[in-house]
Every structure is written in structure tokens, then in C-alpha cells.
């Protein structure tokens, strides 16, 4: 009777038990931001943290999505191992970096480098796309089909803040006293003479 | 000599405000202000963090086949762990193809489903319209997923199956192959693509 009962209670578990945790080869992300502030001409570093709660080690790599490609710094795809059963706190830290360009255009009075303004008037300069993690493909998929990957992602959007600044006028004032400070100069040179 | 003296002077003085006016350009602090206010700030924040994983089935991180296929037209041929659990007779017919959502995640997901173009090393391919795939997060039987609510398998971006699958939740795969009549002998890969995004994103590209 009592091995009947066992019996019944491991029949019954394996009815209960959800089929997902015989899953056991996965990854995950955790991410803090979805947006950030980031200025032009300089590099912006987010932090992500991988992690792989399941029952196999498993090795990941961080990819952006291509809309943020041509702005990440560097290889961003360097495969990192992760062992079993690393939960989220333990999450292993990875710095995406990114350098965004100069994106808004000068207003200046000689070429694009002299008495130059700022004024923000271009609409805003947005980079839409995801940082995702994935699982190197794996499996052939026999004679005819195919191999799988998997991967979890977390939306990013870059948004480039303008920095308005007035017209620069100090080339101009740094030219007249220079020349009036030569002019000077000469003039009393050639009157002492 | 005292008219020299005067120009000198007064060239000096130009020179004079002139470099006091650039340097306070610069220099902010040297800038005339009025009486000085006192405030007291206090820092305040929040961080809001979500962290999700998924795992797939070992029957699908295996890869999926449809095997060897010799009687052209195929159609809708099964992918080989379709209806093949054998795990115990409970599973019987259901697919050994899915994705589970870790208990470790603190938001829903909706998973993404896409794949590489279907050819031979030759370059021989199979239009992905001829590559069929279905989800269902809640059951997984004979009937479920289904062929007839079944979608073709796109390139170029995701296209999204189920949504809002929770943490602990667990999304059911199943593939079918159809083949032309004329299609050139050889054996066709590819690469599928499953991803979850956090619940109400785009899937992407």
C-alpha cells in the first residue's frame, strides 16, 4: 500500500511539475536603462548584467541591434561564459560603450569652423534599437533543416542632447587686439626713429 | 612727446578692457553678480531594473529536421520532434519543441520567431513561405500548436508569436516543411532565431 502511495505521489508530481524546468540550457538579461542622455563627440558606456539561471553552463554573447551598430566601441561580441545556476544578483556586469559623432550641424559665417552658433534647431538625434543577448547557435538540424539560437533583449534608445551656445566671436576680438597691438607697436617704433 | 604719451596711453587703455572683456568671457566667475543666495539640495532616486531568461528545449537547441525527404511535392512535412514525445505516455503526441520563460524574470514576455534564408551550400533555396511555424503558450497537445494558425518563417525581422508569457511560463513550438515538385536535390539549413522582448516591444530586426 505504502509503495502505491509513493507510486501516486511521483505520478502525480511529474503531472504538476511544469515541463519548462526540464528545460535546462538558457540565458538572461538584466538591464537598469532604457533611455540615455548622451552627449556628441564623446563615448557613453551602459552597463548590462548576463545570467543563466538554468542547469547547464552555457556561453552568451552581448550584440546590438543594427540600428545601433554605428555608434557601439568596439567588439561588443565577446562570448562569455556562463555557468549554471547564476541568477540574476550574480549577473556578470558587461559595459556596452558607445561613441556617438557630431550629429548637429554648425551654423557658422566662415566655412564650418569661424564664428559658429548653436541654436538646436534640427529635431532630435535618436538612436532606436535593442542590446541582446544570445546563445552561439547550436544543433545542425539534420540532413534538411535547421540550427536554432536564442537570445533575450532589452530595448535602448541613445538620444544626442544639443548644446546651444551663442555666436563665437572671440576669433574676431583676439584678430583686432592683435592688430591693434601691432599697429601700435610699429607706430611708436617708427615715430621713435 | 606728451601727444605720443597720450595715444600710448589711450592704446593701452583699448588693450586693457579689451582683455578683461575676453578673459571674463571665460571665465564666468569673474563676472559682476548680484547678492549671493544659499540653497540646500537633497539627491533623490529610483532605479527601475528588469532582468528576463529564457531556455530552450534540448530537442531544440538540438536544431529542427525535417529529415530525409523523398517524395516531391512535400507538403507540410513535420518537423522530426512535432508530435514525438516520448518522455512519458502523458506527453505522447505533444512537441518536445519550446522555450520556457525562467521563474528568475520579473516581467512578461512576447516571443519572436525569424530565420536565415533556406538553402544548399549550392545556392539551391527554398522559399521561406514553404517553412511553417507555430506557437501556443498555454497548450501543448495533439492539437496545439496548429498547423492552420501557423506562420510563415520571415527573414528580414522578427515576427511575434505569443505575448505576455509570464515568468515560469512555457511557449510550444512546431515546423513544417513544404516542397516544390521541381525543387534541385540537396541538403537545405538554416539558422531559426527565437527571442523574447520584454512584453509590448517590437520585436526588431
Known amino acids: ?193 | 612727446m606728451d601727444t605720443e604719451n597720450k595715444i600710448l596711453g589711450l592704446l593701452a587703455a583699448i588693450l586693457v578692457v579689451m582683455i578683461v572683456g575676453t578673459v571674463s568671457t571665460f571665465i564666468p566667475q569673474l563676472q559682476i553678480t548680484g547678492a549671493q543666495t544659499y540653497t540646500q539640495q537633497t539627491e533623490s532616486n529610483a532605479t527601475i531594473q528588469y532582468y528576463i531568461s529564457i531556455s530552450s528545449s534540448g530537442n531544440l537547441s538540438d536544431g529542427i529536421s525535417f529529415g530525409t525527404i523523398t517524395t516531391l511535392p512535400a507538403t507540410d512535412v513535420n518537423a522530426t520532434k512535432n508530435y514525438n514525445s516520448t518522455v512519458n505516455d502523458n506527453w505522447y503526441n505533444e512537441t518536445l519543441y519550446w522555450i520556457a520563460v525562467s521563474s528568475d524574470s520579473n516581467t512578461p514576455v512576447d516571443l519572436c520567431v525569424k530565420g536565415d534564408r533556406f538553402n544548399t551550400s549550392g545556392g539551391e533555396e527554398i522559399d521561406l513561405t514553404n517553412y511553417n511555424w507555430s506557437d501556443n503558450a498555454t497548450t501543448n497537445n495533439y492539437t496545439w500548436p496548429d498547423l492552420a494558425g501557423s506562420y510563415n518563417l520571415t527573414n528580414e525581422s522578427y515576427l511575434k508569436g505569443s505575448t505576455d508569457v509570464a515568468a515560469g511560463g512555457t511557449n510550444y513550438y512546431r515546423f513544417w516543411l513544404s516542397v516544390p515538385a521541381a525543387q534541385a536535390a540537396g541538403t537545405y539549413n538554416n539558422t531559426v532565431y527565437f527571442k523574447a522582448v520584454q512584453a509590448g516591444q517590437a520585436c526588431g530586426t
Not at chain 1, 52 to 66: G, I, Q, R
Not at chain 1, 110 to 131: A, H, I, K
Not at chain 1, 161 to 172: A, M
Open chain 1, 1 to 193: 500500500m505504502g509503495i502505491m502511495k509513493l507510486a501516486a505521489i511521483v505520478l502525480l508530481c511529474l503531472l504538476v511539475v511544469p515541463q519548462g524546468v526540464l528545460a535546462a540550457k538558457g540565458v538572461g538579461i538584466v538591464w537598469s536603462t532604457q533611455t540615455e542622455a548622451v552627449a556628441e563627440n564623446a563615448r557613453h558606456c551602459v552597463t548590462y548584467g548576463i545570467y543563466n539561471p538554468w542547469d547547464e553552463d552555457v556561453t552568451a554573447m552581448l550584440s546590438v541591434s543594427s540600428a545601433l551598430r554605428p555608434v557601439v566601441v568596439g567588439e561588443e561580441s565577446i562570448p562569455t561564459f556562463l555557468p549554471a545556476e547564476t541568477m540574476h544578483e550574480d549577473a556578470k556586469q558587461i559595459n556596452l560603450c558607445f561613441y556617438v559623432p557630431k550629429v548637429y550641424t554648425d551654423d557658422c559665417l566662415v566655412g564650418n569652423f569661424l564664428f559658429c552658433e548653436q541654436t538646436c534647431s534640427e529635431p532630435e538625434v535618436r538612436y532606436d534599437g535593442e542590446v541582446i543577448v544570445m546563445e552561439a547557435p547550436s544543433g545542425s538540424g539534420g540532413a534538411m533543416g535547421s540550427s536554432t539560437s536564442m537570445g533575450v533583449s532589452a530595448p535602448l534608445t541613445l538620444r544626442v542632447v544639443c548644446n546651444k551656445y551663442p555666436r563665437d566671436y572671440t576669433p574676431l576680438v583676439v584678430g583686432v587686439i592683435v592688430v591693434i597691438g601691432a599697429g601700435g607697436y610699429y607706430y611708436f617704433r617708427k615715430r621713435k626713429k
